[in-house]
């Protein structure tokens, strides 16, 4: 959205990005062996970190080079959770319940310059459950972050103590729109189908491929440490179906143990299964 890249020119080498002595890389290229070029939507596809922080830096004006020092400047920290706001993550979602956090935001000085390429990839600031479900359905239906609600509508009590006639129907609230052009929204759209559709051999949601209705998603791993043990974080955002998004599902799962590599497909699966057997005789999807 910053013009550094484009739906048509967005190609660039995941390769491990190394700065001030500090190598950080994709999951699948620690160590440049797998170096491969990704355009926006396969970076979504293989869940490229170094593509995430190759466009922070793009963002930041700042020229990288291999081994060389950090000099971003810090306003990149606002640049990117200005963008991540625009959907839902780092800020309220308006959900009609009390008490809702906006999650967690890390330091963002000059001398945490480093973190800012972690925050690129989303390993840094921590986001409630409910907004990544916000995130995912500004994408799904075209840029509208809508309002979450628990509360559809409330009824009166009939004379003979039964349900009454509804009083009043709470309506859809936009709280903002996203400016994208329909290229834009398609190259995303495209990444988040082939994470679980996709050819590339490091695709990361292809446990889902056997869900139907089809279902784009973005999966996510986090190291994380729980009394002194490392253990990782997972997490997956969806919707379905992928041509017409009806539903939404994220979820997150911490503190796992290290192997437990794809406990959030597994649930995600039981998840969607339920949930169309539940409405399947109401819903208009086949």
């Known amino acids: 959205m910053d013009g550094v890249i484009t739906p048509t020119n967005s190609t660039l080498t995941d390769q491990p990005i190394t700065t001030g002595g500090v190598k950080k890389s994709s999951w699948f290229n620690h160590n440049g062996g797998s170096n491969i070029s990704v355009d926006a939507s396969g970076a979504l596809e293989v869940s490229s970190n170094s593509y995430m922080m190759q466009l922070a830096m793009k963002e930041a004006r700042f020229k990288y080079v291999e081994g060389g020092a950090l000099t971003m400047n810090p306003s990149i920290f606002s640049k990117l959770r200005g963008y991540f706001n625009q959907f839902g993550l780092g800020v309220n979602t308006g959900i009609d319940i009390p008490g809702e956090s906006t999650g967690l935001k890390g330091a963002s000085g000059r001398s945490h310059i480093g973190s800012a390429l972690d925050e690129s990839f989303g390993n840094y600031d921590a986001y409630t459950t409910m907004q990544v479900a916000q995130y995912m359905s500004t994408i799904a239906n075209g840029g509208y972050r809508i309002a979450p609600h628990i509360v559809q509508s409330i009824r009166g009590t009939s004379k003979n103590g039964k349900l009454g006639p509804v009083k009043a129907t709470v309506m859809p609230k936009v709280l903002n729109h996203i400016d994208m052009t329909k290229a834009q929204r398609d190259v995303v759209k495209r990444g988040l189908y082939d994470v679980v559709h996709g050819t590339n051999t490091y695709k990361t949601g292809g ?24 253990t990782v974080t997972l997490s997956l955002a969806s919707f379905a179906p992928s041509t017409n998004p009806q539903v939404v599902v994220a979820l997150a799962m911490p503190n796992l143990g290290v192997n437990a590599e794809s406990n959030n497909m597994q649930l995600a699966k039981r998840i969607y299964a339920a949930y169309w057997k539940e409405v399947q005789s109401t819903s208009t999807v086949k």
């Open 207 to 230: 446990e889902l491929d056997t869900i139907k209705p089809e279902i784009s998603a973005k999966t996510g791993t986090a190291q994380t440490f729980y009394n002194g043990n490392e």
